[in-house]
């Protein structure tokens, strides 16, 4: 009898295959940061599994400081193998916070494009403000396009404009691209509206006065850095 309920016993979670296990963790990783060291301290197993790429690509960030007031080389390094492992998260604080700042301009680009085309909803909006800064008209047109769509994605667009203001809040702007006048979006989708030069379908979409929205934008986030 004793041999047959330790034969029904269930079933250890140390016997899951590796995958299944790392999947498990990085569940885990994606909802608290704190409970992944948690069961990284539990046995080798945990510890060694943890460490998967997987794992760093979509632990969740909440409990880190964007900036942080104090250098830790720990937490530096956790962060570093976050965005080494594409954590949105991750790419887009280090993104967005060395671009305003002037630090590293292109890889700071390149974190912000990299977040935001694997979905991250705040990256893809921070992305549309940079391009339209920056702009050349065809940045301005797809900074234009990003912004637009952050309007149709359930009205994202106000905690996404929070979320950044929130961030840029925490630093001091001084990227010389940003101490410039408002760029005017609108005059310039009414300038090729009425232009006769042929517009693509994309054009068309965008000159029903889609720059007044990303006017706005703009001025709500001029109105708002904090320039150091």
């Given amino acids: 009898m ?9 079933t250890s979670i140390l016997s899951l295959p590796t995958e299944v296990l790392s ?22 197993l945990f510890y060694e599994v943890s460490d998967a790429d997987n794992i760093y690509q979509q632990v969740s960030l909440d409990k880190f ?4 007031w104090q250098k830790n ?10 965005r080494e492992s594409k954590n949105p998260e991750a790419l887009y604080r280090k993104g967005v916070v060395d671009f305003f700042t002037d630090k590293h301009e292109d890889s700071a680009l390149e974190c912000v494009e990299e977040a935001a085309n694997s979905g991250h909803a705040d990256a893809a909006y921070a992305l549309g403000i940079i391009y339209i ?19 149709i994605l359930k009205g994202r667009v106000k905690l996404c404009r929070d979320n950044l203001l929130a961030l840029l809040r925490m ?9 410039n006048p408002t760029p005017i979006c609108c005059a310039m989708t009414h300038e090729r509206k009425t ?7 994309d054009e068309v979409e965008e000159s029903t006065c889609e ?3 990303c006017d706005e934008e703009i001025g709500a986030i001029c109105a708002a850095l904090p320039y150091g």
């Fill in 2 to 10: 004793a041999n047959e309920q330790k034969g029904s016993s269930g």
């Fill in 23 to 44: 999947e498990v963790l990085a569940r885990v990783a994606s909802s608290s940061s704190t409970d992944l060291f948690r069961a990284k301290l539990c046995c080798k």
């Fill in 65 to 68: 400081e964007i900036v942080p």
């Fill in 73 to 82: 080389h720990k937490v530096s390094r956790f962060l570093e193998k976050c």
């Fill in 133 to 151: 800064f920056v702009g050349g008209d065809e940045l301005k047109r797809k900074g234009m396009r990003l912004l637009k769509k952050s309007r």
């Fill in 171 to 179: 630093i001091w702007v001084k990227n010389p691209v940003f101490l």
């Fill in 195 to 201: 232009s006769s030069w042929p517009m693509d379908a």
């Fill in 211 to 213: 720059g007044y929205a």
